[in-house]
């Protein structure tokens, strides 16, 4: 597998038709970074319109192969030698692309991508959400080439069964090329000897119980990892093997409460944007890291990918240093028009199924969550939210559904899910004339836990999944009012203890780590500097007063 990023040609095109435009024609081309978002660039920021990528492959003349890209937004045509073999919608769910094998060793890929609402093509993408939706490459390319006719594995999934302190797991194998009915697989477990399996084939995939070696568990405190390396008996070339990293973890949703390897579990964590002002929603992996090093210091065991998939390399960071995290597809807000909308519901469930094959093998990933505060408290949001889960049950059993609802006293879709989590803003929201705002989240958190103590939910843990208030970074005023930093201070500290001391409560994930761009205009929430100020830091990472009040009493909850 390689990986295509780098610098690629690049020619912005503005208000042109994407589907009547061909990449023959473009002239004049300069360059870009890729991954990259071309509106996150001084030269381009704020401009919606087309925009074309291009860069030459080598694949060796015979050979099939295998494009995957990370996310593109928000919808893209793909052409290869100006042949379009792949149209996507969904700027954030991963896809992929396949190329036969040709004479030609050379060939050019070219992007076509449109970063325009339009919600005939990319109803998943709305200008109203508050986060600021950009265009582009957004995540990496990879390449991966197959010998053409002889098979070869095409991907390998790894999960932990209930045995998983016995190292148990099962072994899902997805195959390509000519194969027969079943086939003779050599498996290596953390690069020791290779041990044979012969294994059924079942619409391409072969599906085996297999036992790791020396088993060691994976948690937050001691995030532990195992490999595998499969290729096919008789087969010699390497292109055609692969390899997956996994963690034997286990997680449960039973008499009210989290339990991670048969432990109770408390969650304690951010919101988080993948946003960062130089690179738009492209940040690189150092910057990832920082993150994490920052929510590790804040006493953070717990990170909600807010509100998309995430990108690969963080979820390679949160497996390597232990933080568990909930990975939910696009959404934001949907009501009727968008959830009823067959586009929508087809875009919806295909990207589903590309978040979960992307981050099965990630030990990090324990929730998988979609549609963010949906309007959950109205029956034409129950189908949508029914085939969510029932799809996401079944491409994977092993782990929890939930989606954030904003709705928590009055939501009629609780009963859906294995996790309850509520997006509540008392003391910021709604509350226009009360005199002292900060009393309210007490009182609210009480109301609300009690509400989840009643018979019909008494068997799904609950968690605060957003919770939170503006502070403008630096301003400070003695009144400590309203987007002072002390205001929203005092507020998390408040929300972080009520949240932890409650025993109907499994966690809390604070609205939000750091601060990030939303928009100005057309039906936007109008914020300060066209920003969600939530952020416990700020779009630089520098902290704000809550930081300090934040570490202090999650630090209080570390073991
Ligand atoms: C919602 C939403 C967040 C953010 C937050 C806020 O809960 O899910 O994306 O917009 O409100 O700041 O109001």
């Known amino acids: 597998m390689s990986c295509l990023d780098g610098i690629w040609d690049f020619l912005f095109l503005g208000d042109v038709d994407l589907d009547a435009c061909a990449p023959e024609s473009l002239r004049d081309w300069t360059k870009t970074g890729v991954p990259s978002a071309f509106d996150a660039t001084p030269d381009l920021a704020g401009k919606r319109g087309v925009a074309a990528y291009r860069r030459r492959l080598s694949i060796p003349a015979g050979h099939s192969a295998k494009l995957s890209f990370g996310a593109v937004s928000m919808r893209c045509r793909v052409f290869v030698d100006g042949v379009c073999l792949r149209e996507h919608a969904c700027g954030y769910a991963p896809f992929g692309l396949e190329l036969e094998a040709s004479d030609d060793s050379e060939r050019e890929l070219v992007l076509l991508v449109d970063n325009r609402f339009d919600f005939e093509h990319t109803p998943m993408h709305e200008p109203y959400f508050d986060f600021y939706q950009y265009g582009g490459i957004l995540r990496s390319v990879m390449l991966q080439v197959f010998p053409d006719t002889k098979p070869s594995i095409d991907w390998v999934k790894v999960a932990p069964t209930e045995r998983y302190r016995d190292g148990e797991v099962s072994l899902h194998i997805g195959l390509r090329g000519a194969v027969s009915d079943s086939m003779t697989l050599l498996i290596a477990w953390d690069h020791g000897n290779e041990q044979s399996y012969?294994?059924?084939?079942?619409?391409?995939?072969?599906?085996?119980t297999a036992r790791v070696p020396n088993p060691s568990l994976w948690s937050p405190e001691s995030p532990l990892l195992h490999a595998v390396h499969v290729r096919i008996k008789d087969e010699s070339h390497a292109s055609g093997s692969q390899q997956a990293r996994f963690g034997l973890r286990w997680i449960e949703?039973?008499?009210?409460?989290?339990?991670?390897?048969?432990?109770?579990?408390?969650?304690?964590?951010?919101?988080?944007?993948?946003?960062h002002p130089n690179f738009g929603p492209c940040t690189?992996?150092?910057?990832?890291?920082?993150?994490?090093?920052?929510?590790?210091?804040?006493?953070?065991?717990?990170?909600?990918?807010?509100?998309?998939?995430?990108?690969?390399?963080?979820?390679?960071?949160?497996?390597?240093l232990g933080f568990l995290v909930w990975e939910e597809n696009l959404g934001w807000g949907q009501r009727e028009r968008t959830l009823t909308n067959e586009t929508f519901r087809a875009q919806h469930l295909e990207s589903l199924r590309a978040m979960v094959h992307?981050?099965?093998?990630?030990?990090?990933?324990?929730?998988?969550?979609?549609?963010?505060?949906?309007?959950?408290?109205?029956?034409?949001?129950?189908?949508?939210?029914?085939?969510?889960a029932v799809e996401l049950r079944q491409l994977d059993a092993t782990r929890l559904v939930s989606f954030a609802s904003m709705y928590a006293l009055t939501?009629?879709?609780?009963?859906?899910?294995?996790?309850?989590?509520?997006?509540?803003?008392?003391?910021?929201?709604?509350?226009?004339?009360?005199?002292?705002?900060?009393?309210?989240?007490?009182?609210?958190?009480?109301?609300?836990?009690?509400?989840?103590?009643?018979?019909?939910?008494?068997?799904?843990?609950?968690?605060?999944?957003?919770?939170?208030?503006?502070?403008?970074?630096?301003?400070?005023?003695?009144?400590?009012?309203?987007?002072?930093?002390?205001?929203?201070?005092?507020?998390?500290r408040i929300a972080c203890q009520e949240a932890l001391e409650h025993p109907r409560s499994s966690g809390i994930a604070l609205w939000h780590f750091s601060d990030a761009r939303t928009y100005g205009t057309g039906?936007?929430?109008?914020?300060?500097?066209?920003?969600?100020?939530?952020g416990t830091l700020d779009e630089y990472r520098r902290p704000k007063l809550a930081y300090q009040a934040v570490r202090d009493v999650f630090n209080a909850y570390t073991s």
Not at 198 to 208: A, H, S, V
């Open 411 to 492: 939501d009629i879709c609780f009963d859906l899910v294995d996790l309850i989590a509520i997006n509540i803003y008392p003391g910021w929201y709604d509350c226009d004339d009360v005199e002292d705002p900060l009393a309210l989240i007490a009182p609210y958190m009480q109301k609300c836990f009690d509400h989840f103590s009643s018979d019909a939910y008494a068997d799904k843990p609950v968690i605060i999944s957003e919770i939170g208030a503006e502070g403008l970074y630096g301003w400070h005023e003695p009144h400590h009012d309203f987007y002072t930093e002390a205001y929203q201070a005092n507020y998390l």
């Open 284 to 320: 690189p992996p150092l910057q990832m890291l920082n993150d994490l090093q920052h929510l590790r210091d804040l006493g953070c065991n717990f990170i909600r990918g807010s509100h998309y998939p995430q990108d690969q390399r963080f979820l390679d960071l949160c497996d390597e």
């Open 198 to 208: 012969t294994g059924t084939i079942i619409d391409g995939e072969i599906t085996l």
């Open 523 to 534: 039906r936007s929430i109008k914020r300060p500097r066209t920003f969600n100020n939530k």
């Open 253 to 275: 949703a039973r008499e009210g409460a989290l339990w991670l390897n048969g432990e109770q579990l408390q969650l304690r964590g951010y919101n988080r944007h993948e946003w």
């Open 358 to 388: 992307a981050s099965y093998n990630h030990p990090c990933v324990i929730i998988w969550g979609f549609l963010n505060e949906a309007g959950s408290d109205q029956p034409y949001a129950r189908p949508i939210i029914e085939e969510s």
